[in-house]
Every structure is written in structure tokens, then in C-alpha cells.
């Protein structure tokens, strides 16, 4: 009885773990987005959302001009992720929520909030 208890116990908390990660693959992966309200060499390119062997998340911003900003304090919650980052100086943070493959991203920079579009990139735009 105390080996099917651990058993069951076992199981649904993988089960858990599963269904958890499972929910996060909705934002991982690459958005495209553009932005005219910044700088050309900022203004579009790709957010990439990464998930690694221990579960962590991790992304960067990959711009059109080849340059690749890492993302720092990732933190994905099935269809809502958040992140910081420095560029050129400039700390942003970004609320984004997923919403099919569409993402909505709030950004607060220190020149003001505002919000961008992203779109997934599917297999055959890659």
C-alpha cells in the first residue's frame, strides 16, 4: 500500500510538472515585431524565447541589425511572460501576453511606456 501511495504520488506530480511546462511552450519560441516609435537600428527584429535543460527560460531581442540584447529575469506563466533587458544604456521591462499567435507586449523604458505587436514566426518563415 505504501509503495502504490509513493507510486501515485509520484505520477501526479510529474503530471504537474508536465501540464506547467506544457502551458509555457505557448511563448516559447521567435516573435516577430516592428516598432516605428524608436530608433531604426531598434525598431524591428525578433523576440526569441528560449527554455533550457533545468526549466529555466530564457530569451534575447535579436534586431534586424544582427545585434542580440540578452534578456534578464525571464519569467513565463503559461500565456503571460515578463523580462528586463539593457539597451545601449537603457533599462526596459516588458509585460507581454500571449493571445494565439499574436503577442502584446507593455514596455516601460525610461523615455516612457508604450506597446508593441509581435506575430509568431512559424516553420516556414525560418
Known sequence: MKKTLTLLSLLLFVSLF???SSENDVVIGSW????PQVPWEFNKGFINFMEGEDEAHSGEIEFHTGQKVPM???DIDGSFVSFGMDIAGSVVNADCMVEGSTMT???TTMQGPMQITATRVTE???
Not at 32 to 35: A, I, K
Open 18 to 20: 508536465t501540464m506547467a
Open 72 to 74: 534578464n529575469q525571464v
Open 105 to 107: 507586449c507593455d514596455i
Open 124 to 126: 516556414e518563415q525560418e
Open 32 to 35: 516577430e515585431f516592428s516598432n
